[in-house]
């Protein structure tokens, strides 16, 4: 992080982080959706050890980004800055930002075999305001 960045604070309270994290797709801001990810990342988000709490929250920015060209390449050097771009956090960032829609795609047609399937769903609707994800999750319980 920078020395302006660190004298500055942090762009974005805690509130602010868990909004984005809850209900992104109520006020979709790409760059406040930049500024919860960075301060995730810097608090430790993507440590291997967190990996399990943290998938959903990898899946709901990974989503973000993807459908945000312009956050990207910001998204990508938070994760470099703290050297997490091969963690599983931020692998899930980067795989599921780089497939775009395509992630989407497959997380709607794939066999729901676990309780994270259905948090991923919840995850996609967060991240996009959708309701296909809801209509899958119904179709699952039946």
């Given at each position: 992080m920078n020395l302006f960045r660190r004298l500055r604070g942090p762009v974005i309270d805690e509130a602010g982080v868990l909004a984005v994290t809850y209900a992104y797709y109520l006020d979709p801001q790409p760059q406040r959706a930049l500024a919860a990810f960075e301060r995730l990342v810097e608090v430790g988000a993507a440590e291997p050890a967190r990996a399990e709490v943290m998938a959903t929250a990898a899946w709901v920015f990974g989503r973000i980004a993807g459908q945000?060209?312009?956050?990207?390449?910001?998204?990508?050097?938070?994760?470099?800055?703290r050297r997490a771009t091969t963690s599983p956090f931020g692998m899930m960032v980067?795989?599921?930002m780089e497939a775009g829609d395509e992630a989407a795609q497959q997380l709607l047609t794939r066999p729901?075999?676990?309780?994270?399937?259905?948090?991923?769903?919840?995850?996609?609707?967060?991240?996009?305001?959708?309701?296909e994800p809801f209509v899958r999750m119904i179709d699952a319980l039946e």
């Open positions: 945000n060209p312009g956050i990207q390449g910001a998204v990508r050097r938070a994760l470099e800055r980067l795989e599921t729901l075999t676990s309780a994270t399937d259905i948090a991923f769903l919840e995850a996609e609707v967060v991240a996009t305001g959708s309701i």
